[in-house]
């Protein structure tokens, strides 16, 4: 069993438009085959025509039971009808898991004005991404998107589930302090590629994560994700086999964890 935590349906290259139903069939085709069982789509901060907002990816993915919708948020333009709207969805049980943008977006993750966020979170129990570390363009401002500041949000939201996502690549010791500091936090290290590992890149990011686990213990905290359609799921899933743990500690990070964290019924699969 595995479970891709962090996959997006974003038109990358901005020059040709696909259409949703499209997107949807790539991923779907690409976990086939890796003999990925399931995914969850993260919606963007931004809605255009390359980036579909929740409500089209919610109807659209409805009937597809390997998918799950992370409904992205934005901090500069969220609304009082988004929040709304994100409510009905979670309250129908028609979205897994939130996620916010900094660094992308120039905001720190303690901001106070995200607080009504952080207990819709809470009050659905389900688990708050972020986007954290490098960002895919050079218009993004890394100071806002450093691990190290989600400590602040974990400690004053004990009950809100966090995920750090990209294990905050390149500041993975940062990382590796706020999980193992905090039960509250996990993170997935999707996203560190694009394509697929180099030979001496894949050595050293083994390297980075063996130390993690050695500092954090025991990989409760550790979720797989890709990122695709950013990096390889096939190169992703052969990163894995590089790990030096113990079977059981690789199903922890491939699926267990995160059907625990984002209540995903695995016998439905
Ligand atoms: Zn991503």
Known sequence: MVIDVHTHINNYHE???????DCLNQLT????????????????????????????????TRDRK???????????????????????YLEDGLIKGLKLYPGYEPFYPYDNRLKVIYDLAVEYDVPMM?????????????????????DDVAVDNPDMKIVICHVGNPWIKDCMEVVYKNKN???????????????????????????????????KYLLFGTDWPISSMKSYLNFMKQL???????ELILWKNAAELFKIDVSQL
């Open 15 to 21: 020059d040709r438009v696909v259409s949703l139903e």
């Open 130 to 150: 972020f986007h954290s570390g490098d960002t895919f363009t050079s218009s993004g401002r890394v100071r806002f998107s450093q691990p190290i500041h989600i």
């Open 185 to 219: 936090v996990y993170t997935d290290f999707s996203g560190l590629v694009l394509g697929d590992f180099t030979e001496k890149f894949e050595k050293y990011m083994k390297n980075e994560l063996e130390e993690m686990i050695l500092y954090a213990g025991e990989p």
């Open 29 to 60: 085709d690409s976990m086939g085959e890796s003999n990925i069982d399931y995914a969850l789509v993260l919606t963007s901060y931004k809605v255009n025509e390359h980036r579909p907002g929740i409500k089209k990816v919610v109807e659209a």
């Open 66 to 88: 390997n998918l799950g919708v992370v409904a992205g948020i934005s901090y500069l333009n969220y609304k009082q009808s988004d929040l709304r709207e994100l409510s009905d």
């Open 244 to 250: 030096d743990l113990p079977d059981e500690k690789k």
